[in-house]
């Protein structure tokens, strides 16, 4: 941990201008306390993930830098087809490599969906995907949706605060 404030990087995972999600993630970071600094990190600019370019890609350093430097992450990013938006997933394959040196590997993370939908980001792919099964097993219990108005908008947040496996 760090000694300054605690430290969240924030992954957005919609790229759009007006983003629900966005504004969600800048009312969290205004709302945060003196000891807590949440910050964005950028994922929109990232090269696709191509394991041939290992060590030949800068943007990749950096991400993975951003992350290993903040204490937990937090996901804030719409539902895509029942699943994640492909530019978190790029980010999250980038932060997850070389093999054995995860960026992510053992910070607390939650996520935050917010949709326009009755029922968007109710779905356990956030659960699956960034949870081993025994912290799965360990969470249960805290993996009911946690309902958040955002104008028109309702957003559900599967808030199981784990540590990455990834
Ligand atoms: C490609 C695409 C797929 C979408 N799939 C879903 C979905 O599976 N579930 C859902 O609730 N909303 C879905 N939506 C609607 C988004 O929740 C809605 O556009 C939302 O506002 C996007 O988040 P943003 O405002 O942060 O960009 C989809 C939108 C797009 C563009």
Known sequence: MSDGPYSVAVLIGSLR???LNRKMARALEGLAPSSLRLA???IGGLPLYNQDLE???PAWVEFRDRIRAADAVLFVSPEYNRSIPGGLKNAIDVGSRPSGQSAFKGKPAAVISVSPGAIGGFHDHWITLFTTPASRR?????RSPIWLGAAHSVGHAPMSICPLSM
């Open 17 to 19: 201008r007006d983003s």
């Open 40 to 42: 964005e990190v950028p």
């Open 138 to 142: 360990s969470h249960s219990g805290n």
């Open 55 to 57: 060590g030949a890609t």
